[in-house]
C-alpha cells in the first residue's frame, strides 16, 4: 500500500534561518507530488506541485523553493524566512489522472 | 482571485438539519472533488464527479455536479456532530493544467448536538 511521510511535524525557526521540509512517498511510483499552505480553519493553498524529477511548477511567488532529486521525494526550502511564512504546510501525492490525493500529516511552521 | 469560490465560509447548526454547500468556477471543471479535513490533519477524499448533471451519494451526503461542469453541491441530510469539519472542493488539472490541483477555501462546518 501506499504511504506518505513527512516531517518534522512541528517546527519553531527564527526570522532569517534557512527551512528545509521533506515529503517521501512509498508504493507508487512517478506520482504527482504537492506542497500547500494552510492558513488557520481555511483553504490550501497550492505552492508547488511536480508530475516528474527535476519538474516544479511554481503557483505564487515567495520566499519558498522546491526541488524533487529523487521520484518519491519533495523537498519545499526557503533560503531566508519570513514572519509570514508562519503555517500549517501539507504534502500530497497523487497518480495521473482525475485520482485522490493523499496527503501527509503536516507540518506546523511558527517563524519567530 | 479566487479560481474556486466556495460558500457559505461558515455554518454552524443543530444536529438533524440539513444543510447544503456549494462550489463554482467562472471555468469548466475536467472533473471535481470533495475533501473533508479535520483539524490537524490532512484532508481526505470524499467523491470525485465527473460527468455533468451527475449525482452521487454517499450515505447522508450527496453530491451533484453542473450540468456545464462549472458548479458542483454537497447536501448533508440529518447532519449529525461527527460530520463537522472543513469541507473543501478540489478540481484536478484546473484551467488544463497537466497536474495541477486546486482547492476552493473550504466551507466550516459544526454541528451542535
Known amino acids: 500500500s501506499q504511504t506518505i511521510h513527512q516531517w518534522p511535524a512541528t517546527l519553531v525557526q527564527p526570522v532569517g534561518s534557512p527551512l528545509s521540509l521533506e515529503c517521501t512517498v512509498e508504493?507508487?511510483?512517478?506520482?504527482?507530488l504537492y506542497w500547500y499552505r494552510q492558513a488557520a480553519g481555511r483553504g490550501l493553498q497550492l505552492l508547488f506541485y511536480?508530475?516528474?524529477?527535476?519538474?516544479i511548477s511554481s503557483e505564487v511567488p515567495q520566499n519558498l523553493s522546491a526541488s524533487r532529486p529523487q521520484d518519491r521525494q519533495f523537498i519545499l526550502s526557503s533560503k531566508k524566512l519570513l514572519l509570514s511564512d508562519s503555517g500549517f504546510y501539507l504534502c500530497?501525492?497523487?497518480?495521473?489522472?482525475?485520482?485522490?490525493?493523499?496527503f501527509g500529516q503536516g507540518t506546523r511552521l511558527t517563524v519567530v | 482571485t479566487q479560481l474556486l469560490e466556495q460558500s457559505p465560509q461558515f455554518l454552524s447548526i443543530q444536529e438533524g438539519e440539513n444543510l447544503t454547500v456549494y462550489c463554482n468556477s467562472s471555468?469548466?471543471?475536467?472533473?471535481l472533488q470533495w475533501y473533508r479535513q479535520e483539524p490537524g490533519e490532512g484532508p481526505v477524499l470524499l467523491v470525485t464527479?465527473?460527468?455533468?448533471?451527475e449525482v452521487k451519494k454517499l450515505k447522508r451526503l450527496t453530491f451533484q455536479f453542473g450540468d456545464a461542469r462549472k458548479d458542483s453541491s454537497l447536501h448533508i441530510t440529518a447532519a449529525q456532530p461527527g460530520d463537522t469539519g472543513l469541507y473543501l472542493c478540489?478540481?484536478?488539472?484546473?484551467?488544463?493544467?497537466?497536474?495541477?490541483?486546486?482547492f476552493g477555501k473550504g466551507t466550516k462546518l459544526s454541528v451542535k448536538p
Open positions: 508504493g507508487t511510483s512517478n506520482p504527482n
Open positions: 511536480s508530475v516528474g524529477i527535476g519538474q
Open positions: 464527479v465527473v460527468t455533468g448533471g
Open positions: 471555468s469548466v471543471f475536467s472533473s
Open positions: 478540489a478540481s484536478p488539472n484546473y484551467g488544463g493544467s497537466q497536474g495541477n490541483l486546486i
Open positions: 500530497a501525492w497523487r497518480g495521473k489522472g482525475n485520482t485522490e490525493a493523499f
